[in-house]
């Protein structure tokens, strides 16, 4: 899932400097398409001020990526049902159309939801459902992301961070500035306090380069062999407890809020917040539980 999160989001960010999609929320204030100042008034909101380009939704390609993987693995569960006897065949039939229903279900809610706040155009949304999908079906027939090592996922990071600058650094020197809608916003946002740092193009990539880094780090360390892979890591409190301890801990990073006055510091701390994360569920977690776990054992014993 984070592979496909990132990954999705990386196309998400070249295809909306290739796109250069418009808001509707600047739009309606720069259009010439409304003849004698007609333009209609948009209502904006505290989330609506995005100041990347709108095309294709980033909202929509993340959720629908993420969503698509979830619902795929689970029916994957499902499909030795078919070649059973006909309720196994009518279960298998319910549960597809249940799970597939749910995840349209969210998708269009999204959809809704980004259009009714002015930040994206009906089609940016669409485009936004079917390329994020799109992503994840090329996922499911990359097997190898299972078994990648800690220099893959160095090398991935760093390809995808030198392909995004160097991207947007040619295009500078042809005078083609990516980062133009930054100023559209600001110019157009109702409230200044709603622009926000975490928004920009260069933030979402620094994210993603983080959180793909902390879940190389955190699978190729020695903590998640001896407690993932370890005899703990099937069984079924094992894995509850570190769900539980999980989000319980992930709820903290929320307390965590990164000064934004400087915009290199504000990068290079997202990046760290965004590689502890994983690390802390992937690596941390499950080895402060299969301590834990080991230690009430003996006790017992
Ligand atoms: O394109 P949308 O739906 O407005 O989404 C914007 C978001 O898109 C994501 O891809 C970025 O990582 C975020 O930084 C950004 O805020």
């Not at 290199?264 to 990046?271: K, V």
């Amino acid at each position: 899932m984070i592979w496909v999160a990132v990954i999705g989001d990386w196309f998400n960010l070249i295809f909306k400097w290739i796109l250069f999609g418009h808001r509707p929320y600047w739009w309606v204030q720069e259009t010439m398409f409304y003849p004698n100042q007609s333009s209609p008034c948009l209502e904006q909101f505290p989330i609506t001020c995005e100041t990347g380009p709108g095309s294709p939704s980033g909202h929509a390609m993340g959720s629908s990526c993420v969503w698509y993987v979830m619902v795929t693995a689970a029916l994957s569960y499902t499909v030795g049902w078919k070649d059973k006897d006909k309720s196994a065949v009518t279960l298998h039939r319910l549960t597809w159309s249940f799970l597939w229903s749910i995840f349209w279900i969210i998708q269009i809610s999204v959809c809704i939801s980004r259009v009714f706040i002015a930040t994206h155009f009906p089609h940016q949304v669409i485009l936004g459902v079917f390329a994020g999908m799109l992503v994840a079906e090329a996922f499911e027939h990359t097997p190898a992301i299972q078994t990648a090592s800690l220099r893959m996922y160095i090398k991935i990071n760093l390809f995808l961070f030198i392909f995004a600058l160097g991207f947007y650094l040619v295009l500078k020197l042809l005078d083609i500035d990516l980062l133009w809608s930054v100023p559209k916003a600001k110019k157009w946002c109702a409230n200044p306090d709603w622009i926000n740092i975490d928004t920009t193009p260069f933030a979402g990539l620094v994210r993603n380069l983080g959180a793909l880094f902390g879940l190389g780090l955190g699978i190729n360390s020695e903590m998640f062999i001896t407690s993932c892979k370890g005899k703990n890591g099937c069984k079924i409190s094992f894995r509850i407890l570190c769900i539980a301890a999980s989000l319980a801990t992930l709820q903290l990073y929320n307390f965590v809020k990164i000064p934004a006055h400087t915009e290199y510091l504000f990068y290079i701390l997202s990046f760290c917040k965004s590689a502890a994360m994983p690390v802390t569920v992937v690596a941390l977690v499950p080895y402060c539980v299969h301590l834990f776990m080991r230690t009430t054992e003996k006790k017992l014993n």
